[in-house]
């Protein structure tokens, strides 16, 4: 018989019976915390050892254009998640990463007896999603496939179920099987079934955590330029991320702390529940606004200001803020550089030229709006600090690591993007200017509370 409860009561009875069987050490004090892989760090398969500061600034700013043109694409139509029927259906809405523009990977186990995978870490979507047998067409990974069928606990979901209704839009198996197809952007998809099994993560603490009956997605046909890795771990606002799904069991907070960039084979953190928490005499905290898709989280951005050369208000003409309540930016770990509206950037550039005494050079890239020539510094430019206000009283006051990168030897170009630039329309808090703040996720108080920390030792 199918169930005549409502698709959203029905997810959160789910998450209620999920965290009701989650061990005890989840409740305690201390939260728990699992370890985050850089793309570049020798830890990932995505690793190249051939690669240069040069090539990896130039994979970097590959990757922000193709995550922001998937915001500006998945706000502008509006939409409240990321499915589509099949592969060729001309209305396909894309997954919030390209086959192959992940940052960060994180590694825990499914199934019982627990089988270990490696997954990207994604803030801008929802659904868990990994590489399953029998898979008629499968991209490419090092260790084995998941088999389902060797796995106690594994259960497929029914097209007929409430939960397969919180995909936008679903499909039936041909044995009635809730089945999705995961877009991208490349042309790139993923096709499997939504059902549940138990995950595990190594807490970083010492810990085995397991979740039991976790919906996830079991992909059995994919088509595209995959990296090696197993598939994704949706961490966005959605009802299917495992951030919802752990719900009270964690307080629905989790925080993340990322070194510098030039610390690309240090271990980052993702915490979660009390481990996730932000304080601190330095911490400041702004609303996280509600917005459609209910995946990203959005933020309000009132101005910037540069050093001693004042203020320049946002501008609010923007997609992001008709669509998300007056939300103008999104925070995203997955993005590496900060977009801003053409008219912002322009003025925020002047005030950091007139602030210094480097002459201008051209960036060789042809993507930067302000480079310098810091070959007189000796070595020490003293560059200004930028300091983004966000509202309700938030300023974040950004350093020359989080606002600056190196194009060329002596070359530092300003790390602030147009949104403007083919029509993107959405501003994006990317990852660098991130760098070195414990930044704090509390979807149920709906905050973002930020703190400048030295990651690298936390």
């Avoid at 085995?208 to 009956?213: G, H, K, M, W, Y």
């Avoid at 042809?366 to 020539?373: A, E, I, K, M, R």
């Avoid at 194009?407 to 660098?432: K, M, R, Y």
Wanted: one cysteine or more.
């Amino acid at each position: 018989m199918v169930s005549s409860i409502p698709s959203s009561l029905a997810i959160s009875l789910l998450i209620l019976s999920t965290t009701s069987f989650l061990p005890l050490s989840v409740y305690g004090a201390g939260g728990f915390s699992v370890d985050l892989i850089h793309r570049d760090s020798p830890r990932s398969p995505l690793s190249d050892s051939s690669s240069t500061p040069s090539s990896r600034l130039k994979a970097a700013i590959e990757r922000s254009f193709s995550r922001a043109n998937y915001f500006g694409n998945a706000i502008q139509r509006n939409i409240p998640s990321v499915f589509a029927s099949s592969p060729s259906a001309s209305d396909n809405l894309y997954s919030g990463i390209s086959s192959n523009s992940s940052e960060y990977l994180m590694s825990f186990y499914v199934g019982s007896p627990a089988k270990e995978v490696l997954a990207i870490a994604d803030t801008g979507s929802d659904l868990i999603w990994i590489q399953c047998k029998p898979c008629e067409q499968c991209y490419p990974q090092t260790i084995p496939l998941f088999d389902p069928q060797a796995s106690s606990t594994y259960k497929v979901v029914s097209c007929k179920a409430d939960f397969c209704s919180a995909l936008s839009r679903e499909s039936c198996g041909k044995k009635s099987e809730c089945e999705y197809n995961y877009a991208y952007g490349d042309g790139s998809f993923v096709d499997g079934f939504l059902s549940t099994e138990t995950l595990s993560f190594d807490s970083t603490g010492g810990r085995r955590v397991q979740v039991p009956s976790t919906l996830f997605g079991c992909t059995h046909l994919s088509n595209g330029t995959f990296s090696d890795g197993s598939g994704i771990v949706g961490l966005g606002g959605g009802q299917l991320s495992l951030i919802r799904q752990l719900g009270s069991s964690i307080e629905s907070k989790f925080s993340y702390c990322l070194p510098s960039m030039s610390q690309s084979s240090v271990t980052s953190r993702l915490n979660f529940g009390s481990s996730g928490f932000v304080s601190g005499s330095n911490s400041v905290s702004t609303p996280l606004i509600p917005g459609n898709p209910d995946t990203f989280y959005f933020l309000h951005l009132d101005q910037i200001s540069v050093g001693a050369q004042g203020s320049v208000l946002v501008n609010p003409s923007m997609k992001a803020a008709i669509n998300a309540h007056q939300g103008n930016i999104i925070i995203d770990s997955g993005t590496p550089l900060t977009f801003i509206d053409n008219e912002t950037l322009q003025s925020v550039a002047n005030k950091v030229a007139s602030s210094v005494s480097f002459p201008k050079v051209a960036d060789p890239n042809g993507v930067f709006s302000l480079c310098l020539d810091v070959s007189g510094s000796g070595g020490d430019a003293k560059l200004p600090d930028i300091t983004f206000h966000f509202s309700g009283g938030a300023p974040v006051v950004l350093h020359e690591y989080n606002t600056f990168v190196e194009v060329a030897e002596n070359t530092l170009c300003l790390a602030l993007i147009s949104s403007d630039i083919d029509g993107i329309g959405v501003n994006i808090f990317g990852n660098i200017a991130q760098q070195n703040f414990h930044i704090g996720y509390d979807l149920r108080a709906m905050k973002l509370t930020v703190a400048p920390a030295d990651c690298a030792n936390m």
